[in-house]
T-cell receptor, first 113, second 119 residues
């Protein structure tokens, strides 16, 4: 599978714990944010998104929080499972840039049984 | 529904050679994007097609890269001649135009990528 960069942040948790993955985004004009999950040998897979007029959005076992004041995005995974082990990327977009996504560096999540 | 497919999955070529990557988007998706991730770096945008037209090619690194989407279906990305720094994983993504918040909020579905190694 694809190897990751030497300097990616890592997060190790036990199965059943809650995980929080953080992301600092770069552009204060960004108005749409997405979390992607990438497993080894696969492309990024959409998890959840949020628009800038919201500060929280919930999905199945996942919650995204947006703090525009400090340009911070977080992904919370409840009851983390071994299958959640992957690299997680945040991405941002600006309305004037059509679909051009700007990705963060990624965080490696490892879930131990 | 079939997802985004890319071919080949791996390509190993020598510096100076030519390589062509192919992407088949999800059927009916007008938007097609190319991204790449070089080792240790973030995934970076290369360009965006709407149907057969280039909407944004601001991320293309130089004129050694040529992307086409004839007929608005599949797309090819040619690198000629390839250089060592072109090594990385090239991703294609597609999205369907919706009437919601604009094209920038349409979910992009990614293919598995093509790993390119230039020796």
């Amino acid at each position: 599978g694809e190897s990751v960069g030497l300097h990616l942040p890592t997060l190790s948790v036990q199965e059943g714990d809650n995980s929080i993955i953080n992301c600092a985004y770069s552009n204060s004009a960004s108005d749409y944010f997405i979390w992607y999950k990438q497993e080894s040998g696969k492309g990024p897979q959409f998890i959840i998104d949020i628009r800038s007029n919201m500060d929280k959005r919930q999905g199945q076992r996942v919650t995204v929080l947006l703090n525009k004041t400090v340009k911070h995005l977080s992904l919370q995974i409840a009851a983390t499972q071994p299958g959640d082990s992957a690299v997680y990327f945040c991405a941002e977009n600006i309305g004037t840039s059509y679909g051009k996504l700007t990705f963060g560096q990624g965080t490696i999540l490892t879930v131990h049984p | 529904e079939a997802g985004v497919t890319q071919f080949p999955s791996h390509s190993v070529i020598e510096k100076g050679q030519t390589v062509t990557l192919r992407c088949d988007p999800i059927s009916g998706h007008d938007n097609l994007y190319w991204y790449r991730r070089v080792m240790g770096k973030e995934i970076k945008f290369l360009l965006h097609f709407v149907k057969e037209s280039k909407q944004d090619e601001s991320g293309m690194p130089n004129n050694r890269f040529l992307a086409e989407r004839t007929g608005g279906t599949y797309s090819t990305l040619k690198v000629q001649p390839a250089e060592l720094e072109d090594s990385g994983v090239y991703f294609c993504a597609s999205s369907h135009w919706t009437s919601g918040g604009g094209p920038h909020t349409d979910t992009q579905y990614f293919g598995p990528g093509t790993r390119l190694t230039v020796l």
